[in-house]
């Protein structure tokens, strides 16, 4: 086993004890929604989970979402801090997926349970990413809220439209590096309550 293999190994080590608990609590509440959202991304992270991949950490960043949806912020937290100890695969091409989401909810989370202001822990190697071309012209106000998109969507798209626009206020706006979302934050701040209600029915 190389150094690398030995680190991912380290890493999923790390996390597993907090998707078991994860598991545990929502074993009791298994209905298809939390099933799906939930205890399916939890068993396969269990499995596997290389920071490296980004198909991994879009599924681990993708459960810290829906943990947070389910009011489940300490638990939340928790994967995003496990984010702290590893060098990511990130993911420029398509800027919707990828660990690079988890940053910004982070930010909200440690500022709603415990009122601490965590903007300076974004790591220096995925500033690149926040400030890049394609992520500040596609990141403009009010199409982050997405809104045309979701009225257009079929309702078995709408969980994901909704989820792809809470990574871009949450995941991207949290971070107060985008002026024109500063600026219009009570606004989004108020969409972005409204997405979670909507993501939370059955």
Known sequence: MNKLQQEIKCFHDK??????????QYNKKNTQKIYNTIIKPCRK???KCSYKSILDT????????WLYI???KKLALEICEIAHEVEFSFEFGSWNSGIQNIYGLEIRIARELLGEDRRDNIPSDLLEYYFSKKVKKELRYPQILREDKIADCSS????TELLLALYN??????TGFYTELNENWEKIEETINIYIDCLKED
């Open 156 to 159: 078995s798209f709408l969980n």
């Open 45 to 47: 992270l269990i499995q």
């Open 169 to 174: 206020m949450i995941g991207l706006g949290e």
């Open 58 to 65: 879009s599924c681990l960043c993708t459960l810290a979402y």
């Open 70 to 72: 389910y009011k489940d």
């Open 15 to 24: 996390l597993k004890p907090i998707l078991e608990k994860v598991l545990e």
